[in-house]
Nanobody, 114 residues
Framework: QVQLVESGGGLVQAGGSLRLSCAVSGTTYRFAAMAWYRQVPGNQRELVAAFNSDGTTNYADSVKGRFAISRDNAKNTIYLQMNNLNPEDTAVYYC????????WGQGTQVTVSS
């Protein structure tokens, strides 16, 4: 059974940094399309950063220049380096993978204090 396990969330002051990790377990398949989404209560889940199936990346305008998505294929893990965080980045961050079926992680809370 495929599972996406996020880690690395927490509480940080504005201007600080966090790195989220998403480890794929239950399969040795390397998902080409993987992404990070975030959701604030009452709002829709929004795309933060993504690896597209062709290997390109894309970012939400609000995080360009501050966040970076990366991957370690040997570990079947993706990362989200988040720098210069601000309170508007506070959300639950979810890992996403797609290969026909869609998979979501359980989410990790990121809280940025002002």
């Amino acid at each position: 059974q495929v599972q996406l396990v996020e880690s690395g969330g927490g509480l940080v002051q504005a201007g600080g940094s966090l790195r989220l990790s998403c480890a794929v377990s239950g399969t040795t398949y390397r998902f080409a399309a993987m992404a990070w989404y975030r959701q604030v209560p009452g709002n829709q889940r929004e795309l933060v950063a993504a690896f597209n199936s062709d290997g390109t990346t894309n970012y939400a305008d609000s995080v360009k220049g501050r966040f970076a998505i990366s991957r370690d294929n040997a570990k079947n893990t993706i990362y989200l380096q988040m720098n210069n965080l601000n309170p508007e980045d506070t959300a639950v961050y979810y890992c996403y993978a797609r290969a026909g079926s869609v998979y979501w992680g359980q989410g990790t809370q990121v809280t940025v204090s002002s």
